[in-house]
């Protein structure tokens, strides 16, 4: 810096100063900042040799630009010293302020550390205030000003150009500078982040603009129906958006599927299904209603599309077509459960729903058990098994409330499970109006020389036509079945014993006309034997108690026709 005592240099150099400042803030980078700080140092403090030294994110401080001299560029740019070395240097030697001076005669003892730096050896000085080379004079960079706030590096200043130390306004100027280059950095870094967080978000659009894209390509153009429906509040379930493959599966555009939920075109059956899944997500098959009012089976694959802040937010459905699959399902059920000739159900599934409909514990404990709590709790025979007679007590345990105290059931009384428990008609031929299970065992007359004499496709035909008239002689919700060969079952629930009697007459009479195959006429009996399902018998035991009662009733036929002829 020229001599401090002529005001008018001080004002030039002011002015360059002033000049260097600004070019601090027109750098477009952090690199050109940096650059710009050490520039500014030679030419407007008037040093011929400056190094800026940055912290780095581990605390170490590197040296990111240099001026003055191509030499010390080449020795010290990019090279790193610790922070334990910095702050050693910056704790020695004289304090001008913020400003650290480290002369010759203390600056020997740092020669060795590894901090960068550009010094060469020379003669005393010839006067006390004469820059000496191995002289160090540095300049904090602080975020605040007088020495607060956080360290940002450290600018090295050396070989002053009038060769000497700088004085008070020298220092000042110094101070000022290293505030303003703080400053300069500060925003640098600011603007290089921002520059960062915009790329980064741009980025980030464009990947969102391109997974968008994506998803709605998929979406639109999947072979198998999907859908985005609502998920919470008032509109919860109602459909946002459908792809044409569902708008094509259920015959609606999608104007019209966007007013509705899944819920108002799912089969009533399945409402409990849908709603399970709706909640939980998963999978599920279910039923939907066409526009022309036939149900298609389909498959739902849930997935809950969450928000972080808010919880869930929609339900991405995807829907597939499985109409086919199902019918092949129930075809092969129904192979499996009927017979294969006449279409009625087979033996496994007569005795699963005969099996159904019994219970292990026989009639006979029931009404044990019945005896035994009525007398027990002194009830009244009328009243529901397992409760007191005597009507109920008030329940003043909570106040306000007025309701009945539950009772325990007595001992040895038998808890509701549910059950509907069958039991037989007695025996004899009275009526005594007892309702049960009738279980008619039938079994072809005649049939065993019809096949044997017009083949096998003959006795076929008659064995469809007598499933045939025994389905129409039947009510609705009973049961006919093959049991094999010529015989099959009927299971009549709710008829007493002269119902079943005229039931079986009547199914035998609808039996005897003949049957016509082939042109020519058949003509087969029936032999009927009537049995009855009760809690505490299997269902084999049953069938065969039906089965027995038929070989009597054919013995008793055939004995007769021996008598009458």
């Known amino acids: 810096m020229e001599t401090e005592s002529e005001p008018y240099v001080r004002l030039a150099t002011l002015r360059q100063l002033h000049q260097v400042v600004a070019e601090l803030n027109t750098a477009r980078s952090l690199a050109d900042t940096l650059q710009s700080v050490a520039d500014g140092a030679i030419a407007g403090l008037g040093f011929e040799l400056a190094a800026v ?8 401080l590197v040296v990111a630009a240099v001026a003055g001299s191509a030499g010390a560029e080449a020795l010290m740019a990019g090279r790193v010293g610790s922070r334990a070395s910095w702050e050693r240097r910056l704790s020695m030697g004289e304090r001008w302020g913020d400003l650290c ?41 602080y975020t605040a000003a007088n020495g607060n706030g956080e360290l940002l590096g450290v600018l090295s200043v050396d070989r002053p150009r009038n060769g000497r130390r700088p004085g008070p306004w020298g220092q000042e100027a110094l101070q000022m500078y290293a505030f303003q280059s703080a400053i ?33 390509q998929a979406f639109e153009y999947a072979p198998s129906g999907m859908a985005v429906a609502e998920m919470g509040g008032d509109q919860h379930g109602r459909l946002l958006r459908t792809n044409d493959a569902l708008c094509r599966l259920l015959g609606r555009p999608a104007s019209t599927m966007r007013r509705m939920s899944f819920s108002d075109i799912c089969h009533p059956e399945d409402i409990g299904t849908l709603l399970r ?20 089976w389909v498959s739902l694959r849930n997935s809950v599309v969450a928000d972080t802040a808010d919880g869930p937010r929609f339900l991405l459905t995807h829907v597939e077509d499985i109409e086919e699959r199902k019918r092949h399902e129930l075809q092969l059920a129904h192979r499996a459960s009927h017979d294969s000739l006449t279409g009625l159900p087979n033996s496994a599934e007569l005795r699963a729903r005969l099996s159904a409909r019994l219970c292990s514990r026989p009639p006979s ?10 007398a027990g709790a002194g009830a009244d025979p009328r009243a529901p098994l397992g409760f007191a007679g005597e009507g109920p007590e008030p329940f003043d345990g909570l106040d306000g409330f007025e309701g009945e105290k539950p009772r325990p059931t007595p001992r040895g009384a038998l808890p509701f499970d549910h059950h509907v428990h069958l039991s037989a008609p007695a025996d004899g031929a009275a009526d005594d109006g007892a309702k049960g299970l009738a279980v008619l065992f039938c079994d072809l007359d005649g049939f065993k020389s019809i096949n044997d004499r017009f083949g096998h496709n003959t ?29 099959f ?52 035991e049953v069938l065969e108690s039906a089965d027995q009662r038929m070989y009597v009733e054919k013995r008793r036929s055939k004995s007769n026709r021996r008598a009458a002829g």
């Open 53 to 60: 030294n940055l912290v780095r994110p581990d605390g170490d």
């Open 101 to 141: 001076f480290i002369p010759y005669t203390e600056g020997w003892v740092l020669d060795d550390d590894d901090v960068p730096q550009w010094h060469t050896a020379g003669p005393a000085p010839r006067f006390p205030d004469e820059w000496h080379p191995m002289d160090r004079l540095f300049a904090p960079m």
């Open 184 to 216: 300069a950095i500060s925003n640098a870094r600011l603007r290089a982040n921002m520059q960062r967080a915009l790329v980064r978000l741009e980025r980030e659009q464009q990947a969102l603009r391109a997974s968008e894209e994506s998803f709605r």
């Open 277 to 296: 899944t709706s909640a939980e997500g998963g999978r599920a098959e279910l039923r939907l209603l066409r526009r022309d009012g036939t149900y298609v």
């Open 365 to 374: 404990a029931l009404a044990d058990a019945y005896a035994y709590a009525s």
């Open 459 to 487: 006795g076929d035909a008659v064995l469809i036509e007598v499933a045939r008239r025994l389905t129409s002689g039947v009510r609705d919700g009973d049961t006919v079945a093959r049991l094999g060969g010529d015989e």
């Open 489 to 540: 079952v009927v299971l009549a629930d709710g008829l007493g014993t002269a119902d079943a009697q005229d039931l079986a007459v009547r199914l035998r009479n609808a039996i005897v006309p003949p049957i016509r195959v082939e042109g020519r006429a058949v003509r087969v009996g029936a032999s009927f034997g009537i049995g009855w399902a009760s809690c505490g018998m299997t269902a084999e």
